[in-house]
């Protein structure tokens, strides 16, 4: 089901919306009002609290490899935090640099800080996360319960 809403802009407005449709390729304002439209309430929901069930959170970031220790701190602190962990990218940018994105799920409670922990890590630069509630809602934590002990 849809609705069709009308919206009036003033002209400063709607050349800014046609200026950011040619900077990402929008090729009709409706897509383009309707990405507008659920990042503007992705943040107010953000800003309202974090999503009381299971959460799915990327977590981004880039650092120096040569930074004393942090690789095997982050590695060290992921692995404490493995059954929210789901899937983590690394790809070695240069001789010195590196970039990472972690797939994090889990309650938000457990989520986020750990999220932001990785972020807050000294010599971790441009990091970010972004945080959504996770489709089809509460998720059983059975990884690592029901398993049976391995011989
Ligand atoms: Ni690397």
Same mark, same amino acid.
């Given at each position: 089901?849809?609705?069709? /809403?009308? /919206?009036?802009?003033?002209?400063?407005?709607?050349?800014?919306?046609?200026?950011?449709?040619?900077?990402?390729?929008?090729?009709?304002?409706?897509?383009?009002?309707?990405?507008?439209?659920?990042?503007?309430?992705?943040?107010?929901?953000?800003?309202?609290?974090?999503?009381?069930?299971?959460?799915?959170?990327?977590?981004?970031?880039?650092?120096?490899?040569?930074?004393?220790?942090?690789?095997?701190?982050?590695?060290?602190?992921?692995?404490?935090?493995?059954?929210?962990? /789901?899937?983590?990218?690394?790809?070695?940018?240069?001789?010195?640099?590196?970039?990472?994105?972690?797939?994090?799920?889990?309650?938000?409670?457990?989520?986020?800080?750990?999220?932001?922990?990785?972020?807050?890590?000294?010599? /971790?630069?441009?990091?970010?996360?972004?945080?959504?509630?996770?489709?089809?809602?509460?998720?059983?934590?059975?990884?690592?319960?029901?398993?049976?002990?391995?011989?």
């Amino acid at each position: 089901m849809t609705q069709r /809403v009308t /919206v009036t802009l003033d002209d400063d407005t709607a050349g800014a919306l046609d200026a950011f449709m040619a900077r990402r390729g929008y090729a009709n304002r409706s897509e383009a009002m309707r990405d507008l439209i659920h990042g503007g309430l992705a943040r107010a929901a953000e800003e309202a609290g974090d999503p009381p069930g299971d959460c799915v959170a990327v977590v981004s970031f880039a650092y120096d490899h040569d930074e004393r220790e942090l690789g095997r701190r982050l590695l060290d602190t992921q692995h404490a935090h493995h059954e929210i962990g /789901v899937a983590t990218l690394h790809a070695h940018l240069d001789a010195h640099h590196c970039v990472e994105v972690a797939l994090l799920r889990g309650p938000a409670r457990e989520v986020r800080p750990f999220a932001e922990a990785l972020i807050a890590e000294r010599g /971790v630069r441009l990091g970010r996360l972004n945080l959504m509630p996770a489709p089809g809602g509460a998720h059983r934590h059975d990884r690592g319960h029901t398993a049976e002990p391995m011989a």
